[in-house]
């Protein structure tokens, strides 16, 4: 794959290549439709279908995001026996800079979690984000009111975004104007 | 969400309504996923909020596959020395009543719900060495292949989808051979707010050849049945 005017970096995408790969339940197979959604992406941005070189980015989003709702579409398929198996593999077939990057993640959300004083927030925030639990859901049986409920999950993001720009991710990895290669 | 013709969700929808974090569990309708799907062409700033997300999400996953959730869901700010001598007390005093229910040593567990638990107290945690999502059970072959870690410690993580949310199941793991199932172990769990049972497996106390995970629901309602093949180190 060749060169860009702008920036797009595989370590850009390691959140939803993990994603996709707790979706696919295969490493390799996940790293493959990520190369395949900026590959996709380079090749409309060449033939001109991307109207400014900026949406790049976004549209390697979009079309990552699109294979993860496909697996989660064949996951609420009818059952057939013809399907493949989802299967991880072994975690080291997969990028080996990867248990690093979720080491940091998960450090970085347990620091989260341990600002949070009342248990009822921190029991919120990982019923949303890992048991994806809905918010009317979690807001009855947490007996929240939407206000409370918004401005924990606010307030988490932030710290999470300051605390992570803390260890290394800048908002400028997304936007600054570089010259950088992919795959 | 908002009309149909509206094809690009604004920022302020999005954030306000938690949009990347529902898309991402699955729970926007599909002209809401079509619309943030359009929106993310349209503003690609969102892609750093959706990457940041994805990482936050992944965080919860470590920390949860690493068995460390629960003690963050109880921690509490260390108020007074005293606070701290208790903590350390019910520590000793867990271990104490773990290591006296063994009346002799015995091998770690094949099955748990953390993988803290499939460690002995004394073994450092078992690295996890797979991940398995199983949709449903298949019936014919093996619906899963697990390679067995050999003489290295190691665990696979399975992903059930069971029944409804907060279902409470027996769960038993069989061997299969030429006799029939024989059970090896077995423990009780409950299904989380997506209907998943999530297991984790030892992958070096399993002997290879097949086996059946059987999740038995406490309604009486009939069992669900997984195969699982454990093929020989790699």
């Not at chain 2, 050999?150 to 299969?176: D, F, K, M, N, S």
């Amino acid at each position: 794959m060749g060169s860009t005017d702008f920036p797009l970096r595989k370590e850009d995408l390691a959140g939803i290549r993990s994603q996709l790969e707790r979706k696919c339940g295969n490493p390799t197979i996940a790293e493959d439709l990520l190369s395949e959604a900026i590959e996709t992406s380079l090749v409309k941005l060449r033939e001109g279908k991307i109207e400014r070189p900026e949406q790049l980015i976004g549209y390697v989003y979009r079309v990552a995001l699109n294979h993860l709702r496909n697996f989660r579409r064949r996951d609420k398929a009818p059952m057939s026996s013809a399907e493949p198996l989802e299967m991880l593999e072994d975690e080291r077939t997969s990028d080996v800079a990867a248990p690093i990057d979720h080491a940091r993640w998960a450090q970085v959300v347990m620091e989260v979690l341990k600002e949070l004083p009342a248990a009822r927030d921190r029991e919120l925030l990982v019923s949303f984000y890992l048991g994806e639990e809905d918010k009317d859901s979690l807001c009855k049986r947490l007996d929240l009111d939407e206000t409370h409920f918004n401005r924990v999950i606010h307030r988490a993001r932030e710290r999470f975004r300051a605390l992570l720009e803390g260890h290394g991710l800048q908002r400028s990895d997304f936007l600054s104007v570089a010259l950088l290669l992919v795959g | 969400m908002e009309s149909r013709q509206k094809l690009v969700m604004d920022a302020k929808l999005i954030a306000e309504r938690h949009v990347i974090e529902r898309y991402l569990a699955g729970q926007l309708s599909e002209d809401e996923a079509d619309a943030f799907e359009n929106s993310l062409e349209e503003q690609p700033e969102l892609a750093r909020d959706v990457e940041r997300i994805a990482r936050m999400k992944t965080g919860f996953a470590v920390l949860q596959r690493r068995g460390e959730l629960a003690a963050l869901l109880e921690h509490k700010a260390p108020r007074t020395k005293r606070l701290a001598w208790l903590a350390a007390a019910a520590v000793v005093l867990a271990i104490g009543f773990v290591a006296l229910r063994r009346e002799a040593p015995e091998p770690a567990a094949l099955i748990a719900e953390s993988l803290a638990a499939l460690s002995l107290p004394s073994e450092t945690p078992v690295p996890l060495r797979a991940s398995i999502s199983l949709a449903r059970a298949r019936g014919v072959g093996a619906d899963a292949e697990l390679f067995s870690s050999g003489t290295e410690q190691g665990a696979a993580e399975l992903e059930l989808a069971a029944g409804p949310p907060g279902t409470r199941y027996a769960v038993e793991l069989l061997a299969i051979d030429v006799n029939g199932a024989r059970p090896v172990a077995n423990l009780s769990t409950t299904a989380n707010s997506r209907g998943v049972v999530r297991l984790f497996t030892s992958l070096h106390g399993l002997a290879p050849g097949p086996y059946l995970l059987r999740l038995t629901p406490a309604d009486a309602a009939p069992p669900l049945e997984y195969s699982l093949a454990v093929r020989p180190p790699r």
